[in-house]
């Protein structure tokens, strides 16, 4: 994860980030470490000649002083190797020179911008946290100003006469005060009507507008109480899928979609993947999300199909042909996806194949068989009337 304040973001024509420089600072051990291992035992002259005065001297003399570097990132179009269309540059800039310390490319774009939402012309985007940053620091705010109220209530001031007591006052558990005798003065609190309780609900209230600006309601979805029915169970998620879909769904185009193809692009090209199975050569793939809030999404697929088929039962109750536009199949297989259960549960295609061959076999036995029973029991009927 990398600060902000170290980046420079661009977007393409299609408002998708393909260029970043992120600026960022390493001293010379740093930099020798990573661009030059060879050189660590090289004379000062050497590493002079492949890095810079500056950084050869530091790393000689052991000093921690930073060097500012710079990492570009961007499609070029002019590069000779086609395959990585994105072009990697590491720049070392010192106050006397400026040399590129690696060259490369990529095949994927290296870095994951993700924008939680953003606004026509923007392009760095904002979070919740920022939208909420008024209400957060009129909590911090209200929270110091209920502390001091609470102070003051628990440990109050004391007011004293100027001339009644002797010192030293001692204002602690268990001390003394002296007074003069025959003296009707006496040390006492200043009244204090502090409303700690009225400061109290009003933090909470504003506490509650910065849940509301992290969706943490629409997550936890808890103020129905336990009486809500079944039905309007179904419809509060919904009204939540709908809700966060638009959120999610930037997620999953600027952060988690790229996160997989960068992952698997690595993976083949550390052949960490064998050759792909005859069935998926040439097929594009696509990815399907198992955390909770894709769960919940794709859980309303499951309950429209459920109420499909119930809405579809008086017409099939007056004509049962209709089941057959239904594939029983399918449906169970939906099921088994929608709700993320594991699939090495369900049987193969051959599996199945062979059990319903099973299946129809006894069936056509136990039918010949029966017709077999029934022959012999008209031949025992008409075998007496033949003798006669």
Avoid: C
Wanted: glycine share 6%.
């Amino acid at each position: 994860v990398i600060h902000l304040s170290e980046v420079y973001i661009a977007e393409n024509n299609l408002g998708v980030i393909e260029e970043v420089h992120r600026k960022f600072e390493w001293d010379a051990r740093q930099i020798v470490a990573e661009f030059f291992p060879e050189l660590s035992e090289a004379s000062e002259s050497e590493l002079e000649s492949k890095i810079s005065r500056d950084v050869a001297k530091a790393y000689k003399q052991g000093e921690r002083k930073k060097f500012e570097l710079l990492h570009s990132v961007y499609r070029s179009d002019f590069r000779a190797n086609r395959s990585q269309p994105f072009l990697s540059q590491y720049m070392l800039i010192t106050n006397s020179d400026k040399k590129i310390l690696r060259e490369g490319g990529y095949r994927t774009f290296p870095y994951l911008v993700s924008r939680w939402t953003k606004v026509s012309g923007e392009t760095y985007g904002r979070s919740p946290g920022m939208n909420a940053l008024p209400e957060i620091k009129t909590v911090n705010a209200m929270t110091k100003a209920v502390l001091k109220g609470a102070q003051k209530t628990v440990d109050p001031m004391i007011q004293l006469p100027d001339d009644g007591f002797i010192k030293p006052r001692q204002m602690k558990p268990g001390g003394f005060l002296y007074y003069r005798a025959g003296s009707q003065d006496r040390a006492q609190p200043v009244f204090n009507d502090t409303r700690i309780d009225l400061g109290v609900e009003l933090t909470r209230d504003r506490q509650s507008r910065v849940r509301d600006s992290f969706f943490v309601d629409q997550l936890m979805m808890n103020t129905g109480g336990p009486q809500m029915t079944a039905t309007e169970v179904e419809r509060r998620l919904e009204e939540r899928n709908r809700f966060m879909g638009p959120v999610v769904g930037r997620q999953h185009h600027e952060f988690l979609r790229p996160l997989v193809e960068r992952l698997f692009d690595i993976m083949v090209i550390k052949d960490m993947i064998g050759e792909p199975p005859e069935a998926l050569q040439g097929r594009d793939l696509g990815v399907r999300y198992s955390s909770a809030i894709a769960r919940a999404q794709r859980t309303s697929e499951g309950e429209n199909l459920l109420r499909a088929y119930q809405a579809s039962e008086p017409f099939l109750a007056q004509d049962p042909s209709g089941v057959d536009l239904i594939n029983v199949d399918e449906i169970v297989k939906e099921n088994w996806r929608t709700y993320g259960a594991p699939q090495r549960v369900l049987r193969s295609r051959d599996e199945v194949e062979a059990i319903r061959d099973a299946r129809q076999e006894a069936q056509e036995q136990a039918l010949q068989q029966q017709q077999s029973m029934d022959q012999a029991d008209q031949l025992n009927k008409v075998s007496p009337l033949v003798t006669q």
